[in-house]
């Protein structure tokens, strides 16, 4: 049974840093890509940034790119994203999901992926 735990939210000013993780087990890690998607309250969850099953792709939405960073560990199976100058619009939970490798298409699609975590939340506000 697959299995995945989004950790390190909290509340943070604007400008600071934080780092998510999401600890995966019960599939097979490095069959999948992964994704970070965010809902803020009243807001339909949208994706943030995509890695691949090798971690040698990344992608961003624009409202995150140049501030966020998505990576993976293929060996301890957890994936991360780094989160810099964080602005109050960054307030949201934040979920991570697997998609089979053998998927393409959108990134975006949430239909596309087989696993979910529940969420660690992230409040930016000073």
């Known amino acids: 049974q697959a299995n995945l735990v989004e950790s390190g939210g909290g509340l943070v000013r604007p400008g600071d840093s934080l780092t998510l993780s999401c600890t995966t087990s019960?599939?097979?890690?490095?069959?999948?890509?992964m994704s970070w998607f965010r809902q803020a309250p009243g807001e339909l969850r949208e994706w943030v940034a995509a890695?691949?099953?090798?971690?040698?792709?990344?992608f961003y939405s624009d409202s995150v790119k140049g501030r966020f960073t998505v990576s993976r560990d293929n060996i301890k199976n957890v994936l991360y994203l780094q989160m810099n100058s964080l602005t109050p619009a960054d307030t949201a939970k934040y979920f991570c999901a697997a998609r089979p490798h053998y998927k393409g298409g959108n990134y975006h699609v949430e239909g596309s992926y087989d696993f979910w975590g529940q969420g660690t939340q992230v409040v930016v506000s000073s």
């Open positions: 019960g599939f097979t890690f490095n069959n999948y890509a």
């Open positions: 890695v691949s099953w090798t971690g040698g792709v990344t």
